[in-house]
């Protein structure tokens, strides 16, 4: 149905052609998902975007012929071209909440794009629109159907943007990571649906994602890219489960498996980690000297943390929201606490709860001894201040823009007044940048100039020359491509060992939990649902809504 | 959205209430009432029961209550300069004022949103070029100069219309208006076209970036990776959810329009608040000048007000709950 | 370095944009020619002795009747244009500048401490913004003009003029830059890298001024030079409205505004010759802040 070939896609820019795509291939028959999988920059949404005539300017095709049943795609005026988007391609955004025009109906826009490619009446148009959201599982939908956007949750929103993209009856549909933005159970919703879409209407699906497990999970076939080039392509049993390719075989090294703990990941060699040198050394020297007296705990009691619910009345106070209902934990000195939950069910407001940002209504938290004040009431030299530390989630707003590497990395050492000769605080930064890896010269260098992976390492080595005993990361490689993840995920099980730090480990994805943690936590919607220690969780845990997030965990079979 | 409502009527009153007490503090500080109410050959004594009758002797909070509350009965006080009621003053120069702010307001509208649209839609074309050029000269030149250049174009050169005044008025229930007349309109053209100028390049502008945002957002690609005709697409999809924050801007912007009536006013010797605020200014008239500013702000509060409710009829998500 | 900066996208952008360059060049030239106009005037307006009414209105060179010694003519009281719009675009920049220096420094503070501490301080220093907000720009000038007035005797009101009316422009412009300070700095604040020195115990001042302002700077700086150019227009305006600065010491606006008066007569370059150098200086102003919009802001191009 759809065959691709040799396309070649060039971006001018001031430095020459940039060129994004170089020679892919791809076919993809009528009842067929066909995954296209790769890193970062590895090309995947520009192929979708070359396929359906909606390149970003000043991007275009250079090379290649791309074929839809009789139709030469290459061929068409911008306005057949047009004409053919929805009718024949349709494709699924990310972001279900950003993907629906918020001030039309949901009926609205349904007719109005049925009505765009067949000339049918408005009622016609409408029957046809209840009938599918009726069938893709939105209930009611005839009394639904007038209703606007806001008015769906997430996973509903984006039922919405699927029956929008099919009701014209498309041969192809491009599903641009649809599953990313979601939680794990509309994740699998949303998946069963496509797979169901692909065998009972015999839609070409062209699925884009980042992540492994969801093409494990429901494609047929599988191209895995890199650099815009194809690295590998064929049945997904076969790419993934045998692998040919050594980028392929590093991949699939590189993914956290939730059936098993590794000790450590297995990194291409040619990421070969710096060796320290002196100077690294003594870094090292300095940070053990911190930490000599083993690791501290951290104990917290009925914790409960209520925000103020958005105003709809004048005399009436709002209904505050219950961020989190009665939470108490205990992390063992010294040991990894993985967190887990899907988004809304407080695992950052924890996070945020024990550093101090805000405030919590009622509860008590301790670190070793030292109970901890709340929010504004901690002062801003108290010692947990210090002895807390925090890695963030994302590595692009996680460092100053503005400022230099090596005055981010000495920040903590003069705040805390651990090094008062500034000489003295730039080999210790110097040191450290060893420490995790990294080249000691780029310390003059701004964070703009790095990849993600590598402000996380920074981020880490900045946290930890504050000389913590208690670091909390909030989802420290959700931002990050697979193989980076591993590196990061590796370095931060070596420093643990190497300097007894006591975490709490935050994550949605339970195989990262499952690499990383010897306890694991469940939240859900602000409760503790289980603590249970780690791999007694992971083979069977005790409450149901552990049981339900971990089947509906894409499993890699292989 | 009944709070909503209730909330911004609330920050109107309270925007109301500072103006009112800027106003009060101006009159009863900046120079002393009595003084400019007496002449010089009145006694101390009648100066000090004048004082006393006035209430200048009480607590300030209840001077500026009785302030307040003497304003909401439409009792402004007299002119220092003329010792007419300022009420009176002011209700005359209104409809011109309103009348010329209006013509503009328009104007800037329906030339400056299908130009921001243009330019939005054609980013690159040599037209969008050339329009974005002239409007960067059109905010640059001080409304003052427009108002000359305008004058010596079309009424000292050409002499086609006049340069000052209303022209012919027509009294239509107390409200003296230009609107009815062809002399009336010759006379309303110079002075709109003036003020209309400078908003119309700053709604253009505003219209354009709004558009160009929202063109980039993913529920436009989206339709248009569901072959939505671009027709469509650009004036229901995208204009409407332009126009929300568009609308916003313009109500503030009818302050500006209102204030910067004062230049073209004296510019063209209109006949309106602006023309009678910036007399008082040069004569120290200060109850002319606190109350031209309360109308002022009412004004612009009513119009802002105004465009609440149109925010509440565009935007399903004030109108409409979420679900849960 | 010099390298670096030479190849950066800002100044690749400039060095590829003929509007800003020839917008540079002009501001340059005038900034330059106000700041030497001492030295680079042949007679000083403000003193009567180096002009003579013998040399009252005589047109620029090219015209018939014209004296050499006079490129761009001269006005009724025989003073010469060229060195009166110099010693204009020095006082109108002067006060420009200044107006929208103190207009950043207060507005950027309010703003960057509304949007940090957020809640009832943030509230109140919003509404003070709405009050500010209805009444617009010109009218606060005037008002304070007007208020000025009614306080100050007569002489020393003629003295402080120049401080009246910098700080009237001043006080009209602050809450572009309060707005702006704050939508920017409740962004930034919610951005985890202050989120950390937050978390470090960071001094609430270390973490505005020096994690948080230089990450706004990009939209500040747009914001400052459009109201350089708002500052001059309305100091134009006010002055042209007689209640700027008196004829003795005159400004761009006070030249346009003495101007006015030859409208009819044909002594057209008495009006024309500052408008035009107002506007060429005032657009060049504002191309700049464009381009720099366009910078901070590539995907409004």
């Given amino acids: 149905m759809l065959d691709v070939q040799g396309l070649t896609v060039k971006f001018p820019s001031r430095h020459g052609d940039f060129t994004a795509i170089e020679d892919v291939s791809i076919r993809v028959a009528p009842g067929e998902i066909h995954g296209l999988v790769g890193e970062s920059g590895a090309g995947k949404s520009t192929i979708g975007a070359a396929i359906i005539g909606l390149l970003q300017p000043p991007g275009y095709v250079a090379a290649g012929t791309m074929t839809l049943g009789d139709t030469d795609l290459r061929k068409l005026t911008p306005d057949q071209a047009h004409e053919m988007r929805g009718d024949r391609i349709s494709m699924i955004f990310q972001d279900p909440q950003t993907s629906l025009n918020p001030l039309m109906t949901i009926e609205d826009q349904l007719i109005e794009t049925i009505q765009a490619h067949f000339d049918v009446s408005t009622s016609k148009a409408r029957k046809r629109a209840v009938d599918l959201l009726e069938e893709i599982g939105i209930k009611d939908a005839a009394s639904r159907i007038g209703a606007y956007p806001h008015q769906f949750s997430g996973g509903m929103r984006q039922r919405v943007v699927i029956a929008l993209a099919l009701c014209t009856d498309p041969e192809l549909i491009i599903a641009d990571e649809p599953t990313t933005a979601l939680d794990v159970a509309v994740q699998s919703q949303v998946l069963d649906l496509i797979r169901r879409l692909a065998d009972t209407r015999g839609i070409g699906f062209i699925l884009i994602t980042h992540d492994i497990g969801v093409i494990a999970q429901i494609t047929d076939n599988v191209t895995v890219l890199r650099g815009g080039r194809v690295m590998e392509t064929g049945p997904t049993a076969q790419v993934l489960g045998a692998p040919d390719h050594p980028y392929t075989r590093a991949l699939m090294a590189a993914v956290p498996r939730l059936d098993r703990k590794l000790d450590r990941f297995l990194v291409p060699a040619d990421d070969a980690p710096v060796v320290p040198d002196a100077r690294g050394v003594d870094a090292e020297a300095w940070l053990l000297d911190g930490v000599q007296e083993g690791g501290l705990g951290l104990q917290v009691r009925d914790l409960t943390v209520r925000f103020a619910g958005t105003r709809t009345s004048l005399f009436r106070k709002p209904e505050p929201y219950v961020a989190l209902d009665d939470v108490s934990l205990h992390v063992r000195p010294g040991s990894v606490m993985g967190l887990v939950g899907e988004s809304g069910s407080g695992k950052s407001t924890l996070a945020k709860a024990i550093s101090g940002l805000i405030s919590p209504a009622s509860g008590t938290m301790q670190l070793g001894d030292t109970d901890l004040p709340y929010g504004k009431a901690r002062g801003r030299a108290h010692p947990s201040r210090r002895l807390i530390q925090m890695v963030f989630q994302d590595p692009y707003s996680s460092l100053n823009a503005r400022h230099r590497i090596g005055d981010i990395l000495a920040e903590p050492l003069a705040l805390y007044g651990l090094e008062t000769d500034k000489a003295r605080r730039r080999a210790l930064a110097i040191g450290m940048l060893e420490l995790v890896e990294m080249d000691p010269g780029v310390i003059d260098r701004y964070p703009h100039q790095f990849s993600g992976g590598q402000r996380q390492r920074i981020a880490v080595a900045r946290a930890l020359l504050a000389r913590p005993r208690f670091l909390i990361c909030d989802e420290p490689t959700s931002a990050l491509d697979v193989s980076i993840q591993a590196q990061v995920l590796n370095l931060l099980k070596d420093l643990q060992a190497k300097f007894n730090l006591t975490i709490l480990f935050i994550s949605h994805n339970l195989a990262v939990v499952r690499q990383m943690a010897d306890d694991v936590a469940v939240l859900q919607s602000g409760r503790l649902v289980e603590t249970k220690t780690s791999e007694p969780f992971f083979q069977a845990p005790d409450a149901e809504y552990s049981q339900t997030l971990l089947s509906l965990t894409p499993a890699m079979p292989y | ?324 | 370095m010099l390298a670096r900066f030479w190849d950066s996208d800002a100044v690749w952008a400039f060095r590829h944009s003929p509007a800003a360059i020839v917008a540079f060049i002009v501001a340059v030239l005038i900034l330059g020619g106000a700041l030497f106009a001492p030295w680079l005037a042949q007679s000083n307006p403000y003193d009567l002795t180096t002009f003579s009414l013998i040399d009252g209105l005589l047109p620029p060179v090219w015209e018939e009747g014209s004296d050499r010694r006079f490129l761009l003519g001269t006005d009724d009281q025989g003073r010469d244009m060229v060195s009166a719009i110099l010693f204009g675009a020095r006082l109108s920049l002067l006060i420009g500048l200044m107006a929208m220096l103190i207009a950043t420094v207060l507005g950027v503070g309010l703003g960057l401490a509304a949007g940090y501490y957020g809640g009832r301080f943030d509230a109140i220093v919003m509404r003070i913004a709405d009050v500010q907000l209805a009444l617009p720009a010109i009218l606060t000038a005037l008002l304070i003009d007007g208020i000025a007035r009614g306080l100050l005797p007569p002489s020393s009101h003629e003295n402080l003029r120049i401080v009246v009316l910098t700080l009237a422009i001043a006080l009209s412009l602050w809450v572009n830059f309060a707005r702006t300070a704050r939508a920017s700095t409740f962004v930034e604040r919610n951005k985890e890298y202050v989120q950390a020195a937050m978390i470090m115990g960071q001094h609430p001042l270390r973490v505005m001024f020096w994690h948080i302002l230089p990450n706004i700077l990009g939209p500040l700086l747009v914001i400052m030079t459009v109201d350089l150019a708002s500052a001059i227009l309305l100091e134009a305006t006010l002055s042209f409205l007689g209640i700027g600065l008196p004829a003795d010491s005159p400004s761009l606006g006070t030249l346009i505004r003495i101007g006015m008066q030859f409208l009819l007569s044909g002594e057209w370059w008495i009006l024309w010759v500052p408008t035009l150098f107002l506007v060429a200086l005032v657009v060049s102003i504002n191309i700049l802040g464009d381009f720099l919009r366009d910078v901070f802001n590539p995907r409004l191009r």
């Fill in chain 2, 1 to 324: 959205m009944v709070y909503f409502i209730l909330k911004r009527l609330l920050q109107s009153v309270f925007v109301m209430l500072a103006v009112a007490l800027l106003a009060f503090s101006l009159f009863r500080f900046v120079g002393d009432p009595v003084s400019q109410m007496t002449g010089v050959e009145t006694s101390v004594e009648d100066r000090e029961r004048l004082r006393e009758e006035l209430g200048l002797n009480d607590p300030f909070i209840a001077q500026f209550a009785r302030f307040t509350g003497d304003m909401l009965q439409g009792d402004f006080g007299f002119s220092y300069r003329t010792r007419q009621p300022v009420a009176e003053m002011i209700a005359d120069r209104i409809p011109a004022t309103l009348e010329l702010g209006t013509v503009a307001l328009i104007i800037s509208l329906i030339v400056g949103i299908p130009a921001g649209v243009y330019t939005a839609l054609r980013p690159r074309g040599f037209i969008t070029q050339t329009i974005l050029m002239t409007t960067l000269v059109g905010v640059s030149i001080p409304t003052f100069v427009i108002g000359i250049m305008l004058i010596f174009l079309f009424g000292v050169q050409l002499g086609w219309l006049p340069t000052f005044g209303r022209g012919g008025t027509v009294e239509i229930g107390g409200w003296t208006s230009s609107l009815f007349t062809i002399d009336g309109w010759r006379a309303l053209i110079l002075p709109a076209l003036t003020l209309g100028v400078y908003q119309l390049t700053l709604t253009m502008r505003l219209v354009r970036a709004e558009m160009m945002e929202v063109l980039r957002s993913d529920y436009i690609r989206f339709a248009t990776a569901r072959g939505i005709p671009y027709r469509r697409l650009h004036f229901r999809h995208a204009l409407a959810n332009t126009m929300i924050p568009v609308i916003t801007i313009i109500g503030l912007q009818f302050g500006g329009v209102i204030a910067f009536s004062i230049v073209t006013e004296s510019v063209f010797q209109w006949p309106g608040m602006g023309l009678l605020f910036l007399e008082s200014i040069r004569f120290v008239d200060i109850p002319v000048m606190g109350v031209y500013l309360v109308v002022i702000a009412f004004f612009f509060v009513l119009v802002n007000l105004l465009v609440d409710m149109l925010y509440i009829a565009i935007d399903p998500r004030l109108r409409v709950k979420e679900a849960a």
